[in-house]
Each structure stands twice: as C-alpha cells, then as structure tokens.
C-alpha cells in the first residue's frame, strides 16, 4: 500500500484501482518513450513529472534509505489525475504511437486517461430524472389546473404560475450546494497535484491569462499541431455549448440585476437584454449538445464515457425546454412548460457536483497549473 504522500486527494477503493494502475503503467512508458512530449500539455506533463519522479528514488539511495527509494511510484495518484484532465482526447497520440494495439505493449493514452477522469465523478441521470418527474408532477397536482393552463401575460405572468418565492428556492439551494461541493473537492485536487512539488512554480496571477486562453481556445485538442479526427467540428460544437451555457447564465444574472435592481418582473419583451443573451445562448446549447453526441457516436480514434452522453441530454433538455418556453409563454401551454424547463434545471443543478460537468472546473485547475509550471 502507497505512502499517504503519495495518495490522491481522495484514496482510490477497490475499483479504482485498475484505472490507475494502467495509467500508471502507461505514463512510465510514455515518459521513457518521449516521442508524444511535444503534442500537447499533459504528454508535457508526463515529460515533467516523469523527471521529477525518477529523481525521488535517487535521491533517496543517495541517503542510503532503501526503503523509500523502493517504495517511491514513477507517477503519484495526484500526477495520473494532473495528467487526465489536461488530456482533451484528441487521439493523435494513438495514432502516433509505435506502441499501441496490437503491439503487446498495447499504449492507449486516450482511453486509459478518460478511465482515469472518469473516476472524478459518478453520473446519477436516475437523480435528474426522478427530480424532473417531482417537479412536474407536483405542479401539476399543487397548481389549480385552471390556473395552469390558463393564459398569463405581462410582467409577473410565470409567477403567477409557480411563485417567485418558491422557484428561487427550489433551484438556489441545490445549485449553491453543488457549487459549494465541486469546490470542495476542486481544492483536494488541487493539493494532489501540487504535493510532492518541491521545486516551486511560476506566480498563480500571471498564469492566470495563459490558462484561460488555453480553455478558451481548446490549444490542447490538435497533439503536436495536427487536426485530431473531427477537430474543427469538435471545436466548433464545443465552442457553441460552452458559450451558449455561459451566455445563458449570464441572462440570469442579468435578469436578476432587473428583478432585484429595477422591480422589473419576468418575462421580459422579446428585445430585452436577458431574452436576447438567453435565446442566443440556448440557440448555441441545443446546436453544441446535439453536435457533440453526433460527434462522439461517430468517433473511432478515442475514448469516450457514458457521462459525455448523460451531460449532453440534459444540457439539450434544459435550453430546448427554455426555447420552448419562449416560443409559448403567451400561450396557455406556458404553465405546463414552465414545470418542464424547471424541472430541468434541478435535475442539472442537484446532480452538478456528481456528474461530468465537474470536468470545466477540475480541466481549468489543471491548465492552471500547467501553465504556472511552464513560467518556471
């Protein structure tokens, strides 16, 4: 059993312990082999930590402990985690690889690093589904069905549905948890993959901006320059959910800047700022959910996980419902598609911390640290 020192932020159970142990082996080829170190920054970040750890168990023969020299791993659990999550599953290192299957070293970076980022989150759609069904179905029993599928317009017209009161509880309480428990265990992973670093890194401030170019611009999805199978798709679609997402909580903010600044209530007319962030937005979400899982149906070089597909369904679910609510919220559908969309987005939010939406925040810690040790 490793030493404390060398254990990731949370101890791998049984089941764990097979992804790790073939990313392990397959790092301390990659880091012998050397030939992929220029493609991208976690084949970079082999190279590094790949140095660092055959200079441990030197250093401690060098003080006669055998002990720790034996004991010492050529990648720590917090190293393989660093490495996963700066792996954008291009594949070009696959398809690179003098190694790879058949050969009877059988090197398949891509899958064996998507194993590893896989064990950061457990997907519960049962959860999302099971809160979407509730919410619906308590509307629909709680809200006089007169008043439900009755015509409300003007200012105030959803709350007249379900109240203001009611729906900011319903959606902050699980949001704020979920936020609160992703960054939780986004600072455990950053204690991981910064233990055992001894050598110090570049100021946090100034690798701010490389990092956030590095995330906006996916740099990392072409391995040593060339387009990966799909990349300019990939690419575009992800562009499209990524912003669409954040042009869509920016018409939340927005709308509450209104609600709570102005005494403006919701739903705002068609040429109002928070409508025009979020249709754009919710636009660009339906187009990138429903691009990426053509995409990755179709994808043969690398390796993806159910969590892509689960992530994207109820991404889809929640800007089409929000679309749908736009296009009939004059209507005496709107009641009823009011209960869809919110219960859309607690199922997103109570099942955030859980599922692989916490790739954004774990892949930006990653950059961030790739790109302080680059400033060394």
């Known amino acids: 059993m490793r030493s404390p020192e060398t254990q990731s932020p949370e101890a791998p159970s049984p089941g764990k312990l097979a992804p790790l142990a073939e990313a392990r082996r397959i790092a301390t080829i990659c880091a012998v082999c050397n030939y992929c170190n220029g493609f991208c920054e976690a084949m970079r970040a082999i190279e590094r930590r790949g140095e660092r750890a055959s200079v441990e168990p030197k250093a401690a023969a060098a003080r006669d402990d ?76 709680i809200v006089p069905w007169g008043t439900l599928t009755a015509r409300h317009a003007g200012e105030g017209a959803f709350y007249a549905v379900i109240p203001w009161a009611t729906m900011t509880a319903a959606t902050l309480a699980p949001f704020l948890f979920g936020l609160a428990l992703v960054g939780i265990r986004v600072a455990r992973f950053w204690r991981g993959i910064s233990r055992g670093d001894t050598r110090g890194g570049g100021s946090v401030w100034r690798a701010i901006p490389l990092a956030i170019r590095d995330a906006a611009t996916l740099r990392n999805l072409e391995g040593g320059g060339i387009a990966c199978e799909r990349s300019t798709s990939r690419r575009f679609l992800h562009h499209a959910l990524a912003y669409g997402f954040l042009l869509c909580f920016a018409a939340t903010c927005t709308a509450t800047v209104y609600h709570h600044g102005f005494g403006w209530l919701a739903p705002y007319p068609l040429l109002s700022l928070p409508v025009i962030l979020g249709t754009v937005g919710g636009i660009g979400m339906v187009i990138g959910a429903a691009g990426l899982a053509g995409v990755r149906t179709h994808r043969s070089a690398a390796f993806d996980t159910t969590g892509d597909f689960v992530l994207l369904a109820q991404l889809f679910a929640v800007a089409a419902s929000g679309l749908a609510l736009l296009a009939l919220r004059d209507t005496s559908a709107m009641g009823l598609v009011l209960a869809v969309h919110l219960g859309t987005v607690l199922g997103f939010f109570a099942t955030l911390p859980f599922g692989r939406f916490a790739h954004a925040p774990y892949r930006a810690a990653a950059l961030l640290k790739a790109a302080m040790e680059r400033r060394r």
Do not use: M
């Not at 990648?75 to 690889?97: E, P, Q, R, W």
């Open 66 to 141: 055998a002990r720790k020299a034996a004991a010492a791993p050529a990648f720590s659990d917090g190293d393989l985690a660093y490495i996963a999550h700066l792996c954008h599953n291009c594949g070009n290192c696959l398809t690179s690889c003098q190694y790879e299957p058949p050969h009877v070293f059988a090197v398949d970076a891509p899958k064996a690093l998507a194993e590893v980022r896989a064990l950061s989150w457990r997907e519960r759609p049962w959860l999302a589904l099971a809160i979407f069904v509730a919410v619906v179905a308590l509307t629909a029993a």
